[in-house]
C-alpha cells in the first residue's frame, strides 16, 4: 500500500494497526489504544523503539517504519494513529507521498518516483580554469547502480575523493537542520543544510547533503553557517553493500564525500529522523546549481546541448581568495593554484 498523506489515511491505518495488534474490541476499547501504549506492550527490550522482531503484524511493518531503519519509533507510531503533536495541538503534517518515496528511497518504494522527481543522467561535467587543481567527481550524478544492486537503483548525487581529515566545506550560506550518526545508513555520518532565497539568490529552498564523514562535526541543529565554514573532516563511515547482506568486504569504502541537493518552490520539510524530506521535493545534479540560473530540474539539464553541459565551477582557494569574487557558492573542498 501506497504512502499517501496523513490526512486521507489516518481512518484508514488507525484499524489496519489495531487489527494487527490483535484487537478485535469495540471501537471504544480501540480508542483507548494509544502509539505510547503500543510503545510499551511492544518494545520488549525497553530500547523505545519497536524491531520487526517485536512488531507482531509483519506485513505492515514497513508501512509504519517511515525511515526504513528497521525500526519503528513512538514519533512514527504517532503519526500512524494520527495524534496530536503535543506542542502545537496539531497533527504532524507529512510530505507528499511522491516525496516521501523519492527522497526515502525504501526499499518498497516504486523506483519511478525517483525519476519523476529528477534522478537520472544528465551528462552535465565540472570544469575549472587549467591552472587550478581542484577536486573532481569519481562517481557521477545518477549513476546506474543496477547491474550491481538487487533492485533497480540510481546514484543520488556526486562522490568527490578526498584524503582522510580534508575539510568540507559549506558550498554556501545555511542553516544546520539535521545531523545523522547514520550508524546502519549507507550515507554514513551526514551534515544536511538549508539554504533559503535570501542566501542563495534563487527561487528555491535548497538542501545540501553531505555524508561519510571521519567524526560527528562539532555542528548544533539550528547553527549558522556561511560560505565556505568548515564543516567537518573528510571520512568513510556508513555501512556498505556487502554488510548490509553479512557479506565480508573485500576493501573499505575510500574517503570521500557524497554530495547532494534537494530543492523545492515549499519552506516546509520533515526529519524522519535518518533522513530529511523537503515538502515537495525533487533531486538536483549538484553541477546544475553551479549554472547559477534556472533551469535546473534534470529533465532540462538532460536535454541541453552538449557545450553547454560544461559548467564552470566557482571556488575557493585554500588561501580564501573567491573566485568569481562575487560568488554566492562554491565547491564543497578548496582548490590550489597549480
Given at each position: 500500500?501506497?504512502?499517501?498523506?496523513?490526512?486521507?489515511?489516518?481512518?484508514?491505518?488507525?484499524?489496519?494497526?489495531?487489527?494487527?495488534?490483535?484487537?478485535?474490541?469495540?471501537?471504544?476499547?480501540?480508542?483507548?489504544?494509544?502509539?505510547?501504549?503500543?510503545?510499551?506492550?511492544?518494545?520488549?527490550?525497553?530500547?523505545?523503539?519497536?524491531?520487526?522482531?517485536?512488531?507482531?503484524?509483519?506485513?505492515?511493518?514497513?508501512?509504519?517504519d517511515l525511515d526504513n531503519n528497521g525500526s519503528v519509533s513512538l514519533d512514527e507510531l504517532k503519526q500512524r494513529f494520527g495524534e496530536a503533536d503535543n506542542s502545537t495541538g496539531q497533527r504532524p503534517d507529512l510530505p507528499d507521498p511522491v516525496s516521501m518515496a523519492a527522497i526515502r528511497r525504501a526499499k518498497f518504494d516504486d523506483v519511478g518516483h525517483l525519476k519523476s522527481r529528477g534522478l537520472f543522467e544528465t551528462d552535465l561535467k565540472?570544469?575549472?580554469p587549467d591552472d587550478v587543481s581542484c577536486r573532481g567527481i569519481d562517481e557521477w550524478y545518477g549513476k546506474d547502480y543496477t547491474p550491481v544492486r538487487p533492485k533497480e537503483s540510481y546514484h543520488g548525487g556526486i562522490d568527490i575523493p578526498a584524503p582522510f581529515g580534508t575539510p568540507v566545506l559549506a558550498i554556501m550560506d545555511g542553516e544546520v537542520i539535521a545531523l545523522y550518526e547514520g550508524k546502519n545508513n549507507p550515507r554514513g555520518i551526514e551534515v544536511v543544510l538549508r539554504h533559503t532565497p535570501e542566501e542563495s539568490g534563487l527561487s528555491l529552498y535548497l538542501y545540501s547533503r553531505y555524508t561519510h564523514f571521519d567524526h560527528m562535526p562539532k555542528l548544533a541543529i539550528g547553527q549558522r553557517v556561511k560560505m565556505g565554514d568548515v564543516l567537518g573532516e573528510t571520512g568513510n563511515t556508513g555501512v556498505q553493500g556487502c554488510e548490509l547482506k553479512g557479506i565480508p568486504c573485500r576493501r573499505p569504502r575510500r574517503p570521500v564525500t557524497h554530495f547532494d541537493i534537494l530543492y523545492s518552490t515549499n519552506e516546509k520539510y520533515y526529519d524522519t529522523g535518518s533522513v530529511l524530506i523537503p515538502f515537495e521535493a525533487h533531486w538536483m545534479d549538484p553541477i546544475a546549481l553551479y549554472r547559477k540560473q534556472p533551469p535546473f530540474d534534470s529533465f532540462s539539464m538532460r536535454a541541453l546541448p552538449e557545450a553547454e553541459k560544461k559548467v564552470a565551477i566557482s571556488y575557493t582557494l585554500d588561501s580564501g581568495e573567491l573566485f568569481p569574487a562575487d560568488t554566492r557558492i562554491i565547491w564543497p573542498y578548496s582548490c590550489r593554484k597549480k
Open positions: 500500500m501506497p504512502h499517501t498523506h496523513l490526512r486521507r489515511l489516518s481512518s484508514r491505518l488507525i484499524p489496519l494497526i489495531l487489527i494487527g495488534f490483535g484487537l478485535t474490541a469495540p471501537s471504544a476499547v480501540w480508542a483507548e489504544k494509544t502509539a505510547a501504549s503500543v510503545m510499551e506492550k511492544l518494545d520488549k527490550d525497553g530500547d523505545g523503539k519497536i524491531s520487526r522482531k517485536e512488531w507482531r503484524k509483519k506485513n505492515i511493518f514497513n508501512e509504519v565540472p570544469v575549472w
